[in-house]
């Protein structure tokens, strides 16, 4: 049934979009409906109910459901002039520990990091695998478990990218400590320091602390906001610059949400082996798209190019657990030594504990679970913030993920604003953070992985009030 109430939820949400329903319309009766459709009332009380929680539509008692009206969703525009600016080391990212820190405050509504609220993980779940492996398998959850990592987690993450066509062994894989770890293995294995690394612009802000970290420079690549980066701009940029590593986020990427189609991953590809530039491909949100089926992946569309496949289980099944995994192609050999160098081994429970609810399709089942609940809150957040933020804002139209990037009317502080919001209560992630030359100082990123309370309302009123 869970997947029949959430067509018929889409269903009409199109409609709406389309106009067939216009704001203040009634919506057919729930018995209508499911006379019409064939199906169950359950069902199309349950698809109400999410277009409910979503905010698309209203119950006014003894009357029915009706389109609540909305002010439109001003989407953001992309970035005006196709080149891109030279590459510059990357600075003024102090902002970013005061950020990272208030993730871990008690009392903080947090809307900074990307980091999903307890109730969108399966915890529990995690509890009984983690509590398994502690009962049967002590003694090997108690010593290293040497890189490349444990072979039956490696065995299933080659499983499931294989059922996702990208036909990758067990031997190709490194498990890591976070994909965080995999991106810093990935540009450590094919840059020295002082070289250019193309990325995209806004890129996620952890990506370029691990470019300043490693001395690396960031050549901005202006991303569009419904498929990622401009391939005109790239290229100008390969032709002028001695790029060694290009990082993107082709599904569903940090902070935009897009997800690149595959034409253009094909010609990204193309350009980049042209170039002989390595792909880094960070696919940490490409299980998290709001349609069907999952995205391809570079890796999987051109198995023979210079690709790092970088991912982790951290916005699906729990950051807390720090498992992730590289499949680095040709790079293989020197990214295990590297993360042996770096750290010895990843703990070895979570590993065992992830590789259990893969191969029991726990993960599946979640995932199935979850997707919903990121579009109904990102469609939730998206509404909320066109209501109550000022004239002239602007949101991404993520189809993916769990975040939104936010345009505030020009002239805004955006790093004025997340200190004063941080003083009251709410943390939000202001947009020079993902930019390695300071650039959206108008724009926030918000998480949206927050159950819709009181709390998360109020706080985005704060917002709104200090704006
Ligand atoms: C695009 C992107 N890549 C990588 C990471 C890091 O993931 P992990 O927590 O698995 O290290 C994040 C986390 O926010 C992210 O948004």
């Not at 102090?94 to 399966?122: E, Y």
């Not at 991106?183 to 890129?203: C, F, K, M, N, W």
């Not at 391939?231 to 940090?254: K, T």
């Not at 990102?378 to 993920?401: H, L, N």
């Amino acid at each position: 049934m869970g997947s029949r109430y959430r067509q018929l939820a889409d269903e009409i949400a199109q409609h709406i979009e389309r106009g067939v329903y216009a704001a203040g319309d009634r919506l057919p009766s729930v018995r209508a409906l499911a006379r019409s459709r064939g199906v169950s009332v359950v069902t199309v009380v349950t698809a109400y109910q999410t277009l409910l929680d979503e905010g698309r539509i209203e119950a006014r008692p003894r009357s029915g459901f009706y389109v609540r009206a909305q002010r439109p969703i001003q989407p953001i525009e992309a970035e005006s002039g196709a080149s891109a600016a030279p590459p510059r080391p990357v600075t003024g990212q102090a902002m970013a520990m005061t950020l990272i820190k208030a993730a871990n405050t008690s009392g903080i509504v947090q809307l900074g990091a990307a980091v999903p609220d307890p109730s969108f993980l399966p915890t529990q779940a995690i509890g009984r695998a983690m509590a398994q492996v502690m009962r049967t398998r002590r003694a090997q959850a108690a010593g290293y478990m040497m890189p490349p990592g444990a072979p039956e987690l490696r065995r299933q993450i080659a499983r499931r990218m294989s059922e996702n066509g990208a036909s990758v062994a067990a031997d190709d894989i490194v498990v890591t400590t976070g994909c965080q770890e995999a991106l810093s293995l990935a540009l450590r294995a094919v840059t020295r320091p002082g070289d250019v690394v193309a990325v995209e612009s806004p890129a996620f802000y952890g990506l370029l602390h691990v470019l300043e970290s490693l001395g690396l420079e960031a050549l901005e690549i202006p991303a569009r906001p419904r498929d990622g980066p401009a391939l005109d701009a790239l290229a100008f940029a390969l032709e002028r610059w001695p790029v060694r590593a290009c990082v993107l986020a082709p599904n569903y990427g940090n902070p935009l949400g897009y997800c690149m189609p595959d034409e253009i991953k094909r010609a990204l590809i193309r350009l980049l082996g042209r170039h002989r530039v390595p792909l880094i491909e960070d696919d940490v949100y490409g299980d998290l798209g709001f349609g069907v089926p999952r995205p391809s992946t570079c890796k999987g569309l051109a198995p023979r190019a210079d690709i790092l496949y970088c991912s982790s289980f951290s916005k699906t099944l729990s950051p807390g657990l720090r498992v992730g995994w590289i499949a680095a192609g040709r790079h293989h050999a020197r990214v295990e030594y590297l993360k042996y160098v770096t750290s010895i081994a990843s703990p070895t429970a979570p590993q065992l504990a992830v590789a259990d609810l893969l191969a029991g399709g726990r993960y599946e089942r979640h995932l199935r679970e979850i997707r919903g609940k990121y579009a109904s809150a990102v469609a939730r957040m998206s509404d909320r913030v066109m209501e109550v933020f000022p004239e002239g804002t602007r949101i991404s139209q993520p189809q993916g993920g769990f975040v939104l990037w936010v345009e505030l009317p020009e002239g805004t502080d955006s790093v004025a604003l997340a200190r004063r919001a941080l003083r009251q209560g709410v943390s939000v992630a202001p947009g020079p953070l993902f930019s390695a030359s300071g650039k959206y100082g108008n724009f926030i990123r918000l998480s949206c992985a927050r159950v819709w309370d009181a709390q998360l309302d109020r706080a985005l009123l704060t917002l709104a009030k200090l704006l």
